[in-house]
């Protein structure tokens, strides 16, 4: 669905205990209870891991990281580990580190 330009979207794979939810587009106030809700039907499901790929996120406000950090505190609550991969778009790993939600990012393999 896209807001005022937005593409946002999500796309989940499940594979061996673990899900990865693919998002596209911008995390707003326009979106981040959409991620949210999607990411908690994953949830429910009691993966062993939910991955958060963020390599298509261009932006990601506050709402968003808001909502990551609920999902966050809700998976540590169910013994899911809950990671965001892939973050690509510098403002997002900016916003991520001042916010204080690097723990939550999966760092980049080496190389």
Do not use: Y
């Amino acid at each position: 669905m896209a807001v005022n330009g937005n593409d946002f979207r999500t796309a989940v794979s499940r594979w061996d205990g673990r899900v990865t939810v693919a998002v596209t587009g911008e995390i707003d106030l326009a979106t981040a209870a959409q991620l949210e809700s999607r990411v908690q039907e994953c949830l429910a499901r009691r993966p062993r891991r939910v991955d958060l790929d963020f390599a298509q996120v261009r932006f990601c406000d506050c709402s968003g990281a808001n909502a990551l950090e609920r999902l966050h505190h809700r998976a540590q609550e169910e013994g899911i580990d809950l990671k965001v991969t892939d973050v690509r778009a510098p403002i997002v790993a900016r916003l991520l580190d001042i916010l204080g939600l690097a723990d939550l990012v999966q760092p980049h393999p080496p190389g």
